[in-house]
């Protein structure tokens, strides 16, 4: 079936260290979502690309989109304390949304 | 936050046990998606209901069932209930079926079968 893989599992960062986390698809999307997921909490809707080698910045995120529509990024600059939890992309097959395995981001003060 | 709401919050069960998790979409969204995540894992789609009919189910069995009412509310129903059905469910509402949609997410009902 399709699958979502994300890595990498874990990042612990030091704050105003950088983050990236890569999403692969096994198939092509039709577009990917990301979530944010703090620790007890639910997911929360941050961006949404749909095409190619689209690239979205909100403030010190920064969100692509692969050329093949299988693979994306997101990366933050200078994380800060605020940016714990666990970052889910989301691609769109056909009607379904699948969930990556997320990668959990712990930052340090 | 989201205006979708989940009841209840928490539950344990035994395994055999068959369980409703309730589910009440943001006002104006007509589709409701549902999730089961486990601990440390992502959430795997279970189906998505769309003016009161499934329109798209993931890779769960059949014991997992569910309606949406037409005030677009939902239930997930869980017959003969396992141990790895210990999760968070989570339900998401969204104005469309449309690719384009975002979800919003419930606070989800953590259940614990044992």
């Known amino acids: 079936g399709q699958q979502v893989m994300q890595i990498p599992q874990y990042q612990h960062v030091q704050e105003g260290e950088d983050f990236t986390t890569y999403c692969n698809s096994s198939?092509?999307?039709?577009?990917i979502q990301w979530y944010k997921q703090r620790p007890g909490g639910h997911p929360v809707f941050l961006i949404q690309l749909v095409k190619s080698g689209e690239v979205k910045k909100q403030k010190r995120l920064t969100f692509q989109f692969g050329e093949a529509k299988k693979n994306s990024s997101l990366h933050i600059t200078a994380t800060q304390t605020t940016d714990v939890g666990t970052y889910f992309c989301?691609?769109?097959?056909?009607?379904?949304?699948?969930f990556g395995t997320g990668t959990r981001l712990q930052v340090f003060p | 936050e989201t205006g979708v709401t989940q009841s209840p919050t928490h539950l344990i069960k035994t395994r055999g046990q068959q369980v409703t998790l309730r589910c009440s979409s943001q006002s104006g969204h007509n589709t409701v998606s549902w999730y089961q995540q486990a601990l440390g894992q992502g959430p795997q789609f279970i189906f998505q209901?769309?003016?009161?009919?499934?329109?798209g189910r993931g890779n769960f069995p059949p014991r997992f069932s569910g309606l949406q009412f037409p005030n677009y509310s939902s239930e997930l129903n869980v017959n003969a209930l396992e141990l790895d059905d210990s999760a968070l469910y989570l339900c998401?509402?969204?104005?469309?079926?449309?690719?384009?949609?975002?979800?919003?997410f419930g606070e989800g009902s953590r259940l614990t079968v044992l």
């Open positions: 989301a691609g769109r097959v056909t009607d379904k949304l699948i």
């Open positions: 998401a509402s969204s104005p469309g079926t449309g690719r384009d949609w975002e979800l919003f």
């Open positions: 209901y769309y003016r009161e009919e499934e329109n």
């Open positions: 198939t092509t999307l039709s577009n």
